[in-house]
């Protein structure tokens, strides 16, 4: 979420807008978020019971705030890494190592590309790349459910909830030209495992509804439920066109997700994000050639976008057993990483490892990159001052930055348990 009162890009100015936020983010206990209205446009999208109170902690009362200057860094370093994604050299070298079904691309782009910092005061530090990035869709009503000083204010964010949801449904509708050219998107299906158990299960409510009113037919299944016969992917014999995947099994090699994947490889429907787009940029691994300037080099990576790229991405390194000891002398400086995780799952603080863990990851396919600590939010907890670890999560799509959130929580990762913790909408000042 942007929010623009005035522009200045001198180095005083910079100094400055860098210098407030941090004080904003420390100080400033204003709760904006309206939850009367939040749970009123929440329940407006078909929502069943009360979402604020099954998910407490899945938005913050606050709001948080970045600089022009750690604004310009997520763009700069967003950019660098698509062009760099985008080099020959680079797409050559991940797809020999990548799995058989990531090989194969239609061409779409991936939707929801998620791209998560942490903030310093004179930029931000990229600390993953994620596909299906889950929240947009939320965060673009919270934005709408915050209170402002004035009525000018409120119509502000109103607008840019609507010019998001505009933006995610042409996005969709980008998605399967690129593939199938000027033929109608009749039918979306979002699909996850057992989608009505999943967390975010109100989000996919929310981009059903969304889908709807924009004259597309949108259906929330799990992939056991699909068929694909005489080249057609259907549920309940219904075709689908389009496949909004919120899949955990990247590549889909699990048998229950087979319909899915046969249409995928043959090209006969449209997934996004895909196999080809996970395998492209959400490999951690890949963030050891993004942090490291001679292979830059090698690849053929213009100089601009190679120091822009050292000085967003902490440096990142795989663990192997010749290099273990060294890491683990130095694991208090590092964060340990499994190169095809998610979800912060078994990811760890060098400095809270034990021995047994240690022994998984050297055994496991693990990264090793340099700590970078978050930020801090100020809160308060019944009338006590606290404060909240905040991540910055860019949603972009084919490079361009859609939305930024935050994400407030307690513990070594973020997640969505913390009290006063949550998504949280971002201005930039």
Not at 14 to 29: G, K, P, Q
Not at 106 to 122: E, I, Q
Not at 260 to 279: I, K
Request: glycine share 6%; charged share 20%.
């Amino acid at each position: 979420m942007t929010n623009n009162n005035a522009s200045c890009e001198t180095p005083r100015c910079e100094s400055l807008s860098s210098m407030i936020a941090t004080r904003l983010n420390e100080d400033c206990f204003c709760q904006t978020l309206d939850r009367e209205r939040l749970d009123y446009v929440l329940r407006h999208d078909q929502l069943q019971g009360d979402v604020l109170a099954q998910h407490p902690q899945l938005f913050s009362n606050i709001a948080t705030f970045v600089s022009r200057t750690q604004f310009t860094s997520i763009k700069n370093a967003i950019e660098a890494i698509e062009r760099t994604i985008a080099l020959p050299a680079f797409n050559d070298s991940v797809m020999h190592e990548a799995h058989s079904h990531a090989r194969v691309n239609h061409g779409p782009k991936g939707a929801f590309m998620g791209y998560d910092f942490h903030l310093s005061t004179d930029g931000a530090r990229l600390i993953e790349i994620n596909t299906n990035a889950g929240g947009a869709f939320l965060n673009a009503i919270l934005i709408g459910a915050q209170k402002a000083c004035c009525p000018p204010m409120e119509d502000t964010l109103h607008s840019q909830t609507q010019k998001l949801f505009d933006d995610f449904v042409s996005m969709f509708r980008n998605e399967w030209q690129l593939q199938r050219g000027d033929k109608p998107l009749r039918r979306i299906a979002i699909i996850d495992h057992s989608p009505e158990t999943q967390f975010l299960y109100p989000e996919f409510v929310v981009a059903q509804s969304l889908f709807n009113s924009h004259g597309i037919d949108a259906i929330i299944v799990d992939p056991q439920e699909l068929a694909y016969e005489n080249q057609v992917l259907s549920h309940h014999r219904q075709p689908i066109d389009l496949v909004y995947n919120r899949l955990t099994d990247f590549y889909l090699t699990d048998p229950i997700n087979i319909a899915l994947l046969n249409a995928y490889l043959s090209g006969n429907v449209v997934v996004t994000p895909n196999p080809y787009h996970h395998a492209l940029y959400a490999d951690k691994r890949h963030l050891i050639i993004l942090s490291d300037r001679s292979a830059l080099d090698a690849l053929g990576c213009n100089p601009d976008d190679a120091r822009t790229l050292i000085d967003s991405i902490p440096s990142t390194i795989s663990v192997t057993t010749e290099n273990a000891s060294e890491l683990w002398s130095g694991r208090k400086g590092l964060f340990f990483k499994p190169a095809c995780g998610y979800g912060s799952k078994a990811t760890y603080r060098g400095d809270k490892l034990t021995t047994k863990v240690w022994r998984d990851i050297v055994a496991g396919n693990y990264v090793a990159q340099t700590s970078v600590w978050p930020s801090e939010r100020a809160i308060l907890l019944d009338g006590v001052e606290s404060a909240l670890k905040m991540d910055i999560r860019a949603y972009s799509y084919d490079g361009k930055i859609q939305l930024l959130a935050a994400r407030l929580y307690q513990g070594q990762t973020t997640n969505f348990r913390t009290r006063g913790g949550g998504f949280a909408p971002v201005f930039i000042l």
